[in-house]
């Protein structure tokens, strides 16, 4: 079972409108969770690290919160542009070196 | 270009026959990350190279998957013998820290190599 559940699986929304994207995890001890944008047939992007201290983060118009206790995490994509179409990736890392877990990523499609 | 380099961007191959794919990292950095991505999955770790270390193979699904890095920079991973469930696309990343996973620098990505094997 994937330590890393993202939700939706996929996602269609208006230019212009806001956005959420969940990540759950079970990686447990944790050291920091990442979320990546990847464009189609490109490499992932950074958007946020957060450790266990930080509760938010943001980028612009990502801003990613993080509930260590509940071990939840999401994205919100505030006033989305068709270019944010993308699959968005959700990354946790425990404490050891070889300790990293992979959501399945969301894919968000934005229309006009 | 200041990016993560990966070539060839596309390869097609025969079943049975060895491919080598290459990762430029970028400068000055001394983590490189190997992952594979199929169709609808998500990314899945296969190895990783910090500073001289010996690397970290976990993830290498087989013993037909190997990996070097010379030099401290370019990196090339070899798979012997594909198979047709080897096709994926095969991404390479580099951070500026020597700590992994845990680290909170970013991770850069090149733009993969899509592996088809027929």
């Known amino acids: 079972k994937n330590q890393v559940e993202q939700s939706p699986q996929s996602l269609i929304i208006l230019e212009g409108k806001n956005c959420t994207l969940q990540?759950?995890?079970?990686?447990?001890?944790?050291?920091?969770l990442r979320w990546y944008k990847q464009d189609t047939g490109r490499g992932p992007v950074s958007l946020t690290i957060?450790?266990?201290?930080?509760n938010t983060k943001s980028n612009g118009r990502y801003t990613a919160t993080l509930d260590a206790d509940t071990k939840q995490s999401s994205l919100h994509i505030t006033a989305s542009q068709l270019s944010d179409s993308a699959s968005y990736i959700c990354?946790?890392?425990?404490?050891?070196?070889?300790?990293?877990?992979f959501g399945a990523g969301t894919r968000l499609t934005v229309k006009p | 270009g200041a990016g993560v380099s990966q070539s060839p961007s596309n390869k097609v191959t025969e079943k049975g026959k060895d491919v080598e794919l290459r990762c430029d990292p970028i400068?000055?950095?001394?983590?490189l990350y190997w992952y594979r991505q199929s169709l609808g999955q998500g990314l899945e770790f296969l190895i990783y190279?910090?500073?001289?270390?010996?690397?970290?193979k976990s993830g290498l699904p087989s013993d037909r998957f190997s990996a070097e890095r010379t030099g401290g920079s370019v990196s090339t991973l070899t798979i012997q013998r594909t198979q047709q469930e080897d096709s994926a696309v095969y991404l390479c990343?580099?951070?500026?820290?020597?700590?992994?996973?845990?680290?909170?620098?970013?991770?850069?990505f090149g733009d993969g190599t899509r592996l088809s094997i027929l």
């Open positions: 190279f910090q500073g001289n270390s010996a690397p970290d």
């Open positions: 990540c759950n995890y079970t990686v447990s001890p944790f050291s920091n």
């Open positions: 400068s000055g950095h001394t983590a």
């Open positions: 957060m450790t266990f201290s930080e």
């Open positions: 990343a580099s951070s500026s820290r020597d700590r992994g996973f845990r680290s909170n620098q970013p991770q850069h």
């Open positions: 990354v946790v890392s425990g404490d050891r070196n070889n300790d990293m877990r």
